[in-house]
DNA sequence: TCCCAGGTCCTGA
DNA sequence: TCAGGACATGGG
């Protein structure tokens, strides 16, 4: 690791590549620059991140800074044997070798609950503009970079305290009072949330769908993308295409290519699921 | 104009 | 249980 002014940079780091882990949809607060970098949010840092092959280089941060990026970047686990015990046919096989630097991000409960409630029914580029409008506008302002301004997600204390009116002008749409409705709960439920990490699958699933607007999708991507519960397999219009054009039959249910790809996968089922849905639109499959 | 998007909710069999 | 329609918004 090299340390120079407000930049780190790692050498040598191994199943890592920004374009995959930025666009293989698990996040939508990191945009590409120019100079083929990426700048995003996480908590309330800026961050800029370069990669020249095997070299890593994170700007806009401090030595302090390091155990987030850490975390956050997932850089303790072993992609080599998650890809390892994954590698069980040509199919998962192909898809690995496409998205070979995809690393499942360590998000934020609450982030990732509000981003996915308004992914439903939704577009990636449109839900971005949403996440940005709220965070805009409810959120606070925490640095200029490279002239564009950033702004950290908003509170539960802020969306609760929003009107619907405010929430809609972020062109949240049908899911504006489902954000709200949210954010109140979250205020007296916050330890609940923050302890999915350590409950079961079965219980976090079940804890999650109790809230309005978060149905079996959208709380298995908050299971995969924030608690870290890696064996399930949330299944969405571009897997439900990828999986009936590869694997399954093209009348399969969706909770049914859930149980065949858990089956299948078992507990590496989250890196797998992402894998194939980079592989998948990245490629148009069954587009 | 119509269709659809990393779905969910509600309704009626 | 389960299929079918509604739901804001905007791009193709």
């Known amino acids: 690791m090299k340390k120079e002014g407000n930049k780190i940079t790692l050498q040598n780091v191994k199943?890592?590549?920004?374009?995959?882990?930025?666009?293989?949809?698990?996040?939508?607060?990191?945009?590409?620059?120019?100079?083929?970098?990426?700048?995003?949010?996480?908590?309330?840092?800026?961050?800029?991140?370069r990669q020249d092959g095997s070299t890593v280089e994170f700007d806009n941060i401090s030595m302090d800074d390091y155990p987030l990026i850490e975390k956050y970047f997932d850089l303790d686990t072993s992609y080599?044997?998650?890809?390892?015990?994954?590698?069980?046919?040509?199919?998962?096989?192909?898809?690995?070798?496409?998205?070979?630097g995809i690393r499942i991000l360590n998000q934020d409960e609450w982030e990732t609950m509000i981003s996915f409630m308004i992914s439903a029914n939704n577009r990636i580029p449109m839900i971005k503009r949403v996440i940005e409008n709220l965070s805009?506008?409810?959120?606070?302002?925490i640095c200029s970079y490279g002239g564009k301004d950033y702004y950290s997600f908003p509170t539960?204390?802020?969306?609760?305290?929003?009107?619907?009116?405010?929430?809609?002008?972020?062109?949240?749409?049908?899911?504006?009072?489902?954000?709200?409705?949210?954010?109140?709960?979250?205020?007296?439920?916050?330890?609940?949330?923050y302890n999915i990490k350590n409950m079961s699958y079965d219980d976090g699933l079940a804890y999650l769908k109790t809230y309005s607007g978060i149905g079996d999708k959208v709380a298995n991507c908050i299971l995969l993308f924030s608690t870290r519960h890696f064996d399930t397999f949330p299944v969405d219009v571009w897997i439900r295409?990828?999986?009936?054009?590869?694997?399954?039959?093209?009348?399969?249910?969706?909770?049914?290519?859930?149980k065949f790809a858990e089956d299948k996968f078992g507990k590496y089922s989250g890196f797998a699921q992402q894998y194939l849905f980079y592989y998948a639109r990245e490629n148009g499959i069954g587009k």
Not at 80 to 100: H, M, R, S, V, W
Not at 136 to 141: A, L
């Open 15 to 49: 199943d890592f590549n920004i374009n995959h882990i930025f666009d293989c949809g698990q996040c939508f607060r990191w945009n590409k620059e120019e100079d083929g970098s990426y700048t995003g949010v996480v908590k309330n840092k800026v961050i800029n991140i």
């Open 136 to 141: 805009t506008s409810f959120g606070d302002f």
């Open 80 to 100: 080599e044997d998650i890809k390892k015990n994954l590698d069980t046919d040509e199919i998962i096989a192909e898809a690995i070798k496409f998205g070979e």
């Open 241 to 258: 295409r990828v999986m009936q054009t590869l694997y399954v039959s093209k009348d399969t249910k969706d909770k049914d290519i859930k």
């Open 156 to 193: 539960a204390e802020r969306l609760s305290a929003a009107p619907v009116e405010k929430i809609l002008e972020c062109k949240a749409g049908f899911r504006a009072p489902r954000i709200k409705a949210a954010a109140a709960r979250f205020l007296n439920e916050k330890d609940q949330i």
